[in-house]
């Protein structure tokens, strides 16, 4: 088993910056990429984010490529997504995932943390 817990979610205003962590624990952290995902109310879970085991691919979804950045630190046990530019749209509970794979698709990540909520106002 995996265990991951989200922090750094809140509020900030539109063009203002956050930095969400995912700290793992349980098992060997490069043995699993690593994702973000958000839900807004009455919306299905989306993908955000998403490193490989190594660090060295990152992907992202169109919407917040070029604002936001995943990165890992094997230190630490610890995931990031560091958002800035951000939009209204960006509100949602933000969700860390851990699985040996990456996907787009929220269904096939193993792991989940509780998520932290992002409210960005206009």
């Known amino acids: 088993q995996v265990q991951l817990v989200e922090s750094g979610g809140g509020l900030v205003q539109a063009g203002g910056s956050l930095r969400l962590s995912c700290a793992a624990s349980?098992?060997?952290?490069?043995?699993?990429?690593m994702g973000w995902f958000r839900q807004a109310p009455g919306q299905e879970r989306e993908f955000v984010a998403a490193?490989?085991?190594?660090?060295?691919?990152?992907y992202y979804a169109p919407s917040v490529k070029g604002r936001f950045t995943i990165s890992r630190d094997y230190a630490k046990n610890t995931a990031y997504l560091q958002m800035n530019s951000l939009k209204p749209e960006d509100t949602a509970v933000y969700y860390c995932?851990?699985?040996?794979?990456?996907?787009?698709?929220?269904?096939?990540?193993?792991?989940w943390g509780q998520g932290t909520q992002v409210t960005v106002s206009s």
């Open positions: 349980g098992r060997t952290f490069s043995n699993y990429a």
């Open positions: 490193i490989s085991r190594s660090g060295g691919s990152t």
């Open positions: 995932a851990a699985d040996s794979s990456i996907n787009t698709d929220s269904g096939r990540w193993d792991y």
